[in-house]
């Protein structure tokens, strides 16, 4: 089965730095991505990993551990136009290469 | 980047009618396209995979008599609602996987449909 979990919501403070988990056990693997979506609007590519370790990209990091099914999405310095949902998704490693999303965490960032 | 264009945005449709919404590759070919549906405050919710020059994968419990989907060229995959009621309202997304040099998927503006 495919199961991804995330928190629902989360409250940040503008400048701060923010982690966002994502567990997930899945039946195939073959990467695992971060997506930012605004309401009402599609969802726009943050971040990739297929090798556990980090990426950074500006102000955004994303996480991986293979081996315990783990993820985090770390954002620095945030901003009020980072409030939204981010959602974590696995691509399966079957035919097609489906992506499968977890709930999506919707974060809020205070002045 | 890689562009997927759909259309139309936002559609109104009266109980009982048919919806068609287009999902085009601007600028790549795009074999394989995925259409999802996602409620408020909840996640993407992957109905079927749309497969270039054959019928598409449903996910268990997408009625495929109710959402027909055509994939006739690499660049369009189209997604109709068929007999639509209001419980089929809800924001509709489709995304492709990007050309070779691409890992993500790139989606669509997605359409949100209100049947009244």
């Known amino acids: 089965g495919q199961n991804i979990d995330q928190p629902t919501e989360m409250t940040a403070t503008e400048g701060a730095i923010v982690q966002i988990n994502c567990t997930y056990q899945?039946?195939?693997?073959?990467?695992l991505f971060w997506y930012q979506q605004h309401a009402g609007e599609a969802p726009t590519f943050l971040s990739y990993?297929?090798?556990?370790g980090l990426e950074e990209k500006g102000r955004f990091s994303s996480f991986l551990s293979r081996s315990k099914g783990y993820s985090y999405l770390l954002l620095k310095e945030l901003q009020m136009k980072d409030s939204a949902s981010y959602l974590c998704?696995?691509?399966?490693?079957?035919?097609?290469?489906?992506?499968?999303f977890g709930p999506g965490t919707r974060l809020s960032v205070l002045p | 980047g890689a562009v997927v264009s759909q259309h139309p945005s936002r559609v109104i449709c009266k109980s009982g009618t048919s919806v068609k919404i287009e999902c085009r590759s601007l600028?790549?070919?795009?074999?394989?396209m995925f259409w999802y549906r996602q409620f408020p405050k909840q996640s993407l919710m992957l109905m079927a995979t749309?497969?270039?020059?054959?019928?598409?994968?449903?996910e268990q419990g997408v009625e495929k008599d109710k959402f027909l989907i055509n994939h006739a060229s690499l660049t369009l995959s189209t997604l109709t609602v068929t007999s639509a009621h209001p419980e089929d309202s809800s924001f509709y997304i489709c995304?492709?996987?990007?050309?070779?040099?691409?890992?993500?998927?790139?989606f669509g503006q997605g359409t949100r449909l209100t049947v009244v």
């Open positions: 600028d790549f070919q795009a074999t394989t």
């Open positions: 998704a696995v691509r399966d490693e079957g035919y097609g290469q489906n992506f499968v």
């Open positions: 990993n297929v090798l556990d």
């Open positions: 899945t039946s195939g693997f073959n990467g």
């Open positions: 749309s497969n270039e020059g054959s019928k598409a994968t449903y």
């Open positions: 995304s492709a996987r990007g050309p070779r040099d691409y890992t993500e998927a790139f």
